[in-house]
């Protein structure tokens, strides 16, 4: 348990669905993260936030739209997905330090995204 | 830009050997490296890291990683192999990306450690 949840575990929808897969941390960070991890590749980063403001979008495509209401709770909402876009979905948490020094990571145990 | 090299996407040793997982990486600046590792269906669970200070670092369930800066290597090792160890290794450099401090990790694609009765 790392103090990092995320709903739906599993979620399995057609490419004209809409869904929203939701991340939690109870770690009292104040910055988070979308990973998307596919078969055979790395794990590639997609959105960051910190304290509740994008800072950076890893070119991710429109159909992938992050909410983050507060510095606990952060949302992946999906529309209009393609089969290639199946995958496991990691969200991260961490106290990030303007000041300088280093940040750890901690993740969630993901939400794996089946597109029919 | 980083990157990090993951030797051997399949490693299998027997019970009671030795575990090597290796990790090559580049960066442009003094690194912060991490090695993470993933249970089936489960996220990455943080084993160990390097930031600054001594070079051999101590992680949980018996690892450790030594930095060595000029062959640019964050091997892992374990003396002794478990049968629960079996999961998948990720070695991970990271940078900071924003004034905010956050930093971005740059994964490696990973090592599938198989554990033999």
């Known amino acids: 348990e790392t103090g990092v949840t995320q709903t739906p575990r599993h979620l399995v929808m057609g490419m004209t669905n809409k869904k929203s897969l939701k991340c939690e941390q109870h770690?009292?960070?104040?910055?988070m993260y979308w990973y998307k991890q596919s078969a055979k590749k790395p794990l590639e980063l997609m959105f960051v936030?910190?304290?509740?403001?994008?800072?950076e979008n890893n070119s991710v495509p429109s159909r992938f739209s992050p909410e983050c209401p507060n510095s606990s709770h952060l949302f992946l909402h999906l529309h209009t997905l393609q089969p290639e876009d199946s995958a496991l979905y990691l969200c991260a948490s961490s106290q990030a330090r303007v000041a300088g020094g280093h940040e750890t990571q901690y993740f969630g145990p993901g939400t794996r995204l089946l597109v029919l | 830009a980083q990157s990090v090299t993951q030797l051997g996407s399949h490693v299998s040793v027997s019970e009671g050997a030795l575990v090597l997982l290796r990790c090559n990486y580049s960066s442009s600046v003094p690194p912060y490296l991490f090695w993470y590792v993933q249970y089936p269906n489960q996220g990455l669970q943080l084993l160990l890291k390097y930031t600054t200070g001594a070079t051999l670092v101590k992680g949980i369930n018996g690892f450790e990683a030594e930095f060595k800066k000029s062959e640019t290597s964050f091997h892992l090792t374990k003396p002794s192999a478990h049968m629960s160890d079996a999961a998948e290794y990720f070695c991970?450099?990271?940078?900071?990306?924003?004034?905010?401090?956050?930093?971005?990790?740059?994964f490696g694609t990973g090592t599938r450690l198989t554990i033999i009765p």
């Open positions: 770690l009292g960070h104040n910055a």
């Open positions: 936030y910190n304290f509740k403001e994008q800072t």
């Open positions: 991970a450099v990271s940078k900071k990306i924003s004034n905010f401090g956050n930093e971005k990790l740059t």
